[in-house]
């Protein structure tokens, strides 16, 4: 069962415009919410996270929005750059009362291309 | 570099066969996490070990086995490997505050890539 559903398997965009990848999640008790991108041959690396008690977290180009209601989120990446072309990974977790180390629920991935 | 260490990089086995996967987390982290992911598949959780205690278990089938070790590097054990095993398999360790205040990352390996045959 897909708790965490990423339905675009691909999204092209051109060089200097803004990328929007979109995540959609079904558990409730999710409460944090992270986005990891991966090159080939590499592990994903962490980009950016959001809490459930914000909604949106920027950090320089990258902006994700978290809307509860919806039980969706999504990462803007503006402006879009070639070197951002990889696989991106939304993923979530219900973080336990005083422990930060619950497991991630996965996505099964966008690949973003970026074209000049 | 993510910091977080796994070797081998490739693994190639024939059906029935048993491998060691291991992972050396990075450095002061007491977290470590096994995933899976199968082709055209997210990375799919199978078990998180904490300063060498099992902390908690996804789809991690009774054929794979795992332990952490009293200094922290962590062994992913596969037996009667099944032609459907082949997989990309990541280890992560995680602590529960970077210095920009976020919570619970996740730094991965680069990942073995096993190939049974």
């Known amino acids: 069962d897909q708790q965490v559903k990423q339905n675009s398997p691909s999204l092209s965009v051109q060089e200097g415009r803004i990328s929007i990848l979109n995540c959609d999640y079904t558990?409730?008790?999710?409460?944090?919410f992270l986005w990891y991108k991966k090159y080939p041959a590499e592990g994903p690396t962490f980009l950016i996270s959001?809490?459930?008690?914000?909604d949106k977290n920027e950090d320089g180009r990258f902006t994700v929005f978290l809307n509860k209601s919806a039980k969706h989120l999504s990462l803007h990446i503006v402006p879009s750059q070639p070197g951002d072309s990889a696989v991106y990974f939304c993923a979530a977790s219900a973080q336990n009362r005083g422990s930060t180390l619950g497991r991630l629920y996965f996505g099964r991935g966008t690949q973003l291309t970026v074209w000049p | 570099d993510s910091g977080v260490t796994q070797t081998p990089k490739h693994l190639i086995t024939a059906t029935g066969q048993r491998v060691t996967l291991r992972c050396s987390p990075r450095s002061g982290d007491l977290s470590v996490y096994w995933y899976q992911q199968s082709l055209d598949q997210g990375l799919q959780f199978l078990i998180q070990y904490y300063n060498g205690e099992e902390r908690a278990k996804g789809n991690i089938l009774e054929r794979f086995s795992a332990q952490q070790f009293p200094d922290l590097h962590s062994e992913l054990n596969l037996s009667s490997l099944e032609l459907g095993d082949s997989a990309l398999y990541f280890c992560?360790?995680?602590?529960?505050?970077?210095?920009?205040?976020?919570?619970?990352?996740?730094?991965f390996g680069a990942g073995t890539r096993l190939s049974v045959l």
């Open positions: 959001i809490s459930s008690i914000k």
């Open positions: 992560a360790s995680s602590v529960s505050l970077d210095v920009r205040g976020h919570k619970n990352i996740q730094y």
């Open positions: 558990n409730s008790m999710f409460d944090y």
